[in-house]
Structures are given as C-alpha cells and as structure tokens.
C-alpha cells in the first residue's frame, strides 16, 4: 500500500495562526524560494516542509502577442490538470522614458466551467474540478517571478476573469483573495472577481464579514431575460428582479462613491445589440445605484464560432446613449487576440503560437 504523501495543510493545521501568515508572506518575498529559506519558521516546522513543492504549478506554454505583448500560459497542476492564465502590459500615454508598464492578470478559478455560457470557449471545456486557494495564488506568484527575472515591474491588478466561475468555487477564492492583499500588497480596489450572477453566492458574500471589500464584476450579457437565458443556461427566471435588490443590499455592505457595481457586457451582433437591448440595458441599471458598464467586442474562440461581432459603430452608439443618461460606460480594448488570450477565449490550447 502507498503511503500517503503529507500535504502543507496536513503540517500546518495544528500551527498556531501566525505561522500561517509567516507562510503566506513568505510566498511574495523574491528572495525566498523553498520553504527551508522561511527563516521566521522553526527549524523543526522547516524540516517538516522540505519536501512540498514551493509552487504548485509549473509552466507547459507560454505565448506572447506580436501585437501589444500580452502573455498566456498554460499552467500545469500536480494531477495533470491544467488552467490559463494572462498578463496584460497597461501603457499609459503619459508615461516618460524608463516608466514601466503597470501589469494587469487574469487569473482562474476552476478547472474548465461548468456555466456553459454559448459564447464562452472555456465554457466548451466542461467542468474538471474546482482550484485550491494555492493553485490560484500561485498563478499570481508565477507571473509575478517572471517581471521579477526580467524586471519588468510588478503585478499591478488582479481579474478573476479566467476560466470558471468563481462564485462556485467560494471558499478558495475568498481565501486567496485575502492572502494576496494582505501577502501581495495589493489593494482590494486593484482586484476584481467576475460571475456569470449565482443569487444565493451572491447573497452569501455580501453578509460575510471576512469577504473582501474587491471589485465586483457581473457578467450579463442581456437585460432581457429570454434573451439572457438563450446565451447563458445558468440563467434563472427571476435574476433581473433579484439584481436589483440585491444591488442596494450589496453598496449597504461596500458603502463607497468609488465601489461601483461592474457590468460586462460582450456585444454579439445579431443576438444582443438591438436598440431594445439597450433601452432594458439603461433601465435595469438605472435601478441599480452606482454602476460602470463595460461593453466588450466579441472575440471568436475559434472559426467554427456561430457568433458574429458587433461592428464598433453599434458599440459607441451604445456607449454615447449610456453617456447621456449619466451611466458611467467603456469600451473594453480587448488584448492578445493573436494568442487566444482575449476575453472569452482560453480554452487550453496546448501548443505555441505561430
């Protein structure tokens, strides 16, 4: 019989809750790459740990963009599995000479989705299994260890945009958001996590007291229901009227001018882009205190997509009416087209870009 190998949660249970946050600082210190170099550990627990790997996933690919250098791997776990994830350069104009990029990543959360949303080519995947709080860290951590090397920066924002649904993966995810504040230095405002719109997660987050004050994003899509339920299954009958409650529960829990609901919506012409759409777009979130829509173009996964895009005329007219009805709109500049790395578009190639 094989004998079971000891994992870093079987060790540490027992540890008082200052060791864990010794461990957890250790992970974003460039200068310490074993568990053996945490010097702040006894040597007792140090001996215990040799033998866990420092990073639970490892690099199978990684791509770059010809066209504006965005970066996706493709991230191997210990079972196998694997997952993408994106760096994103951010080039403001008003950058001076020896200025470097701000760094923006878009991590996952599951392996695969099990949302099935039409558009969507992790959605294609199906479901593996959800993501550890430290396989989800250690996306972060390997981005970071590479603008280290090269010295390039440093990670800026964090988006859970990648593959899978966060809000289903919940404890993980709240986990790994709290780690990476507190172990990252990087502001709750700085991160992002994105759903497709779960009501009962989402009830559950904004009365949990340890759930971070991050940036909230909601995939809709459609501000019709029928519509809605036609590109995204997950889709329940009442959603609309939930969000709208909901809403007014969630800036009660995250009272701030600046924390504003996000709403991303990708523009599938033909399908969501009519001037009906937008009147149920700008009244839904008109009901809905303080919100930023974004509209994003469409981004084919593959040739095969039976989705066309929305030609760029359409979206500005969309983003001009929201203008006028004070409703805070952008327009998403999608990023590594080239490599698949856009929105809507991992989906686990495993192999390099021409």
Known sequence: MTEKIESLED????EPAFRRQQIYLAWFDKNIHSFEEITTLSKDLRAKLKNIPWMTVKERVLQQSKIDGTRKALLEFADGRVVESVLMPRVSKKMIPGDKPRYTICVSSQVGCPMACTFCATGKLGFSRNLTY??????????????WKTEEGKVDNIVFMGQGEPLL???NVKLALNILIKGAE??????????VGLAETMNKMVDDKHWPPVRFALSLHSAINENRTSIMPSNRADFLDFLVDWSKRYHLAFPSRTHFIGIEYIMLGGVNDSPKNLDALIKLVQKMGSVKVNLIPYNPGSKKDFFGATPIETIKHWQEKMNQKNIICTVRRSQGLDIAAACGQLANLDKQND
């Open 186 to 195: 990087i502001g709750p405002r700085k991160i992002t996590v994105s759903t």
């Open 134 to 147: 430290r396989e989800i860290i250690d996306q972060m951590r390997y981005w970071q260890e590479l603008l």
């Open 11 to 14: 060790i540490i249970k027992d």
């Open 169 to 171: 993966n919940y404890n």
